[in-house]
């Protein structure tokens, strides 16, 4: 249950993670799932939001999940172009998601987890602008320095939010985004294009990962402030002690025994919803940044620091996808395995790798974006921070 607005703000979801998903659901089957979910939807709230252009709807009996949209969108009016229903409180239901692409409307059964809603609305208004309006959607953080931007891709856990925000915390930085991109293409793409492409964000907040407060402490202050989402409170929920008095992954004395009432890092997949205004001011967002360098991060032990990678080596690289998967990135059965997400975005739900592969060619061969790869695993943040700002700065 969430505090009053004067405590801290923190909502535990009774499924804490995405659950199983058909991402493909023929509309009959759809229909019939929605029914019987309906009757757990009466009186539920509508909310309407603009992402790029697109109206997505937001059809929702859990106070959670709308608190949520409502901060993380900008509200719209007009003709609704896909639909989320949300409904909790289910019988008979397990905790499941449904997409069906021929109605552009998914169903959350007995799930507040924000993520995987988010992510979902984020693929179906994909899914659109990619046939409409000749538009790339990227997985990815986007920052501006010294009038420079970057796009940043990455598998979950590598760092893109770290790197993202080295950049913004400088005095001359700027960020966008921490999560996605839209990228819109000239119809037809001219030859030698002579403007740069533009990549804006549709997001008004960060869904942030809190235990990215582990290593940068100041951050605790700002989740504080934050509407949350599985903080752990008590210390008896902690995944990561060290005896009666440490932190196995901090190596220091738990926080909880230092008088803290919360972890921000003790379970790897607690989130916080943080207006990007509320960090640094106003002065330091923009919703948009020119495509000035691409980066690419992994996290491996043997991989070089440092990689250009050519317009082809690029794309096979995103196609392939290839990653590790970390703490708190998917199931705890599969934390330190190698697998495979198609240009490190999960949230594709009607994926067309020929049109990826389009959109990333024209964006290094025509527009000539240079694009480079760093291994996070063998470098700290500041060391992977000043590679990505001399990289900007060669790009001019």
């Given at each position: 249950m969430l505090m009053r607005a004067t405590e801290f703000k923190n909502y535990d979801t009774q499924s804490r993670a995405r659950v199983k998903g058909d991402k493909n659901t023929p509309a009959s089957d759809f229909r019939?799932?929605?029914?019987?979910?309906?009757?757990?939807?009466?009186?539920?709230?509508?909310?309407?939001?603009?992402?790029?252009?697109?109206?997505?709807?937001?059809?929702t009996n859990s106070a959670h999940q709308a608190e949520f949209w409502q901060n993380n969108w900008s509200a719209a009016d007009g003709k609704v172009q896909a639909r989320i229903y949300s409904a909790v409180n289910v019988e008979g239901m397990e905790p499941s998601a449904y997409y069906s692409p021929e109605l552009r409307s998914a169903l959350f059964v007995n799930t507040e987890y924000y993520g995987q809603c988010k992510s979902w609305a984020l693929g179906m208004v994909a899914a659109i602008l990619e046939r409409e309006s000749n538009t790339l959607s990227i997985h990815g953080a986007t920052a501006l320095h010294r009038g420079r931007g970057v796009v940043i891709i990455a598998p979950t856990g590598t760092g893109k939010t770290t790197q993202a925000f080295l950049i913004f915390m400088n005095g001359e930085g700027k960020i966008c985004g921490d999560d996605?991109?839209?990228?819109?293409?000239?119809?037809?793409?001219?030859?030698?294009?002579?403007d740069d492409l533009v990549a804006r964000q549709p997001e008004r907040s960060l869904y942030m990962r809190t235990e990215s407060q582990r290593e940068q402490v100041w951050l605790r202050g700002v989740f504080d402030r934050s509407i949350n989402e599985n903080v752990t409170t008590v210390k008896e929920d902690c995944e990561y002690p060290e005896g009666a008095e440490q932190c196995?992954?901090?190596?220091?004395?738990?926080?909880?025994?230092?008088?803290?009432?919360?972890?921000?890092?003790?379970?790897?997949?607690s989130r916080a919803l943080?207006?990007?205004?509320?960090?640094?001011?106003?002065?330091?967002?923009?919703?948009?940044?020119?495509?000035?360098?691409?980066?690419?991060?992994?996290?491996?032990?043997?991989?070089?620091?440092?990689?250009?990678?050519?317009?082809?080596?690029?794309?096979?690289?995103?196609?392939?996808?290839e990653y590790m998967v970390l703490p708190g990135a998917?199931?705890?059965?599969?934390?330190?395995?190698?697998?495979?997400?198609?240009w490190y975005n999960p949230y594709l739900l009607e994926r067309d790798d020929d049109r990826q592969a389009a959109f990333f060619g024209m964006m290094f061969e025509?527009?000539?974006?240079?694009?480079?790869?760093?291994?996070?695993?063998?470098?700290?943040?500041q060391q992977s921070h000043e590679r990505i700002v001399a990289a900007l700065e060669s790009s001019r």
């Open positions: 019939r799932l929605l029914g019987k979910a309906e009757g757990s939807l009466a009186g539920a709230r509508s909310l309407k939001a603009n992402l790029n252009g697109v109206v997505i709807e937001l059809v996605w991109a839209y990228i819109r293409f000239p119809d037809p793409a001219p030859d030698h294009p002579s196995s992954v901090t190596h220091r004395r738990c926080v909880f025994n230092e008088g803290m009432g919360r972890c921000y890092y003790a379970f790897g997949n943080v207006r990007r205004e509320d960090i640094l001011g106003a002065s330091k967002v923009v919703n948009e940044v020119p495509v000035n360098l691409v980066v690419l991060l992994r996290r491996d032990g043997h991989s070089p620091a440092e990689a250009r990678l050519s317009p082809r080596e690029a794309i096979g690289v995103l196609r392939k996808g998917g199931p705890k059965e599969k934390w330190g395995t190698t697998s495979f997400e198609p025509k527009w000539k974006v240079p694009c480079i790869i760093l291994n996070t695993g063998l470098e700290g943040p």
